[in-house]
């Protein structure tokens, strides 16, 4: 049985007055769950160190937006995989649909990126997802597959060892309408059966995680597909009441 997983997105939000209120409002009633999920806040670079120090004791975990494929050297305003694990990061999300689509990042680019975060010891959280326009054009499985194996085809299934997967359409990201839980279900599965055609036990490990516009009425339904394990929660991760009421519903 895998645990499940939910991971707050913070995105390029908050302040550390900010951050400080929501920490302050989510450690008593996270603590409270039934210890059934991991959940992880991924807040901007700047914020982590001071996030790390407000969660020490608490069951949440502190996890990074990004970082870059290098591990040091002539690369003006990056952050390195071990400078992240050097302030206190477990994990971090890798490939961010708003970074390849906004900020053209490659599935080459990214492919590295997750590499540097195994070898420093993170745990990766690779996103992968199609446009509207190439779900609308029937290419679904053809990006996410695509998009998985950049990964396996350069490091090997191996990488994907206790790794997480997160499925975000990204017509659904910001949008306030998520895919269906059956929708959903079908990518899920797809993408364990690509795992699984190279490694049985690594497909059954992989945690793979929902996101785009969860929600507190939405999470528990998504959650019950026997491929959606958790999810990566963007928009109401910033709303205290709204993550806690995600997380219960993944606590179960
Ligand atoms: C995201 O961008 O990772 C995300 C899931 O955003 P939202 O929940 O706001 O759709």
């Known amino acids: 049985m895998r645990r499940r997983f939910v991971a707050a997105n913070w995105k390029m939000n908050g302040s550390r007055a900010r951050n400080r209120q929501l920490l302050d409002a989510l450690k008593p009633p996270l603590r409270s769950l039934g210890g059934r999920v991991d959940i992880v806040v991924c807040p901007s670079h700047l914020h982590l160190g001071e996030t790390v120090s407000a969660l020490a004791g608490s069951p949440v975990r502190p996890g990074a937006q990004d970082l870059f494929g290098l591990e040091n050297g002539a690369m003006t305003g990056e952050i390195s995989a071990s400078m992240l694990v050097d302030c206190g990061a477990e994990f971090v999300i890798v490939g961010h649909s708003e970074r390849r689509g906004r900020l053209g990042e490659t599935d080459a680019a990214v492919a590295a990126k997750f590499a540097?975060?195994?070898?420093?010891?993170?745990?990766?959280?690779?996103?992968?997802?199609?446009?509207?326009?190439?779900?609308?054009?029937?290419?679904?499985?053809?990006?996410?597959?695509?998009?998985?194996?950049?990964?396996?085809?350069?490091?090997?299934?191996?990488?994907?060892?206790?790794?997480?997967?997160?499925?975000?359409?990204?017509?659904?990201?910001?949008?306030?309408?998520?895919?269906?839980?059956?929708?959903?279900?079908?990518?899920?599965a797809l993408l364990r059966a690509r795992l699984r055609e190279q490694s049985g036990a690594i497909a059954d490990g992989a945690r793979i995680l929902y996101g785009g516009s969860i929600s507190a009425a939405n999470a528990r339904e998504l959650f019950a597909q026997p491929d959606i394990d958790g999810g990566l929660v963007g928009g109401a991760s910033l709303k205290a009441e709204e993550f806690t009421a995600i997380c219960a519903g993944a606590d179960s």
């Open 116 to 188: 540097a975060a195994r070898a420093a010891g993170l745990v990766p959280i690779l996103c992968v997802g199609e446009t509207r326009a190439e779900r609308d054009a029937g290419n679904t499985e053809a990006v996410v597959l695509r998009q998985l194996d950049a990964v396996t085809g350069e490091h090997g299934i191996e990488a994907m060892d206790g790794a997480v997967i997160a499925y975000e359409p990204v017509w659904a990201i910001g949008s306030g309408t998520a895919a269906t839980p059956e929708q959903a279900q079908a990518v899920h």
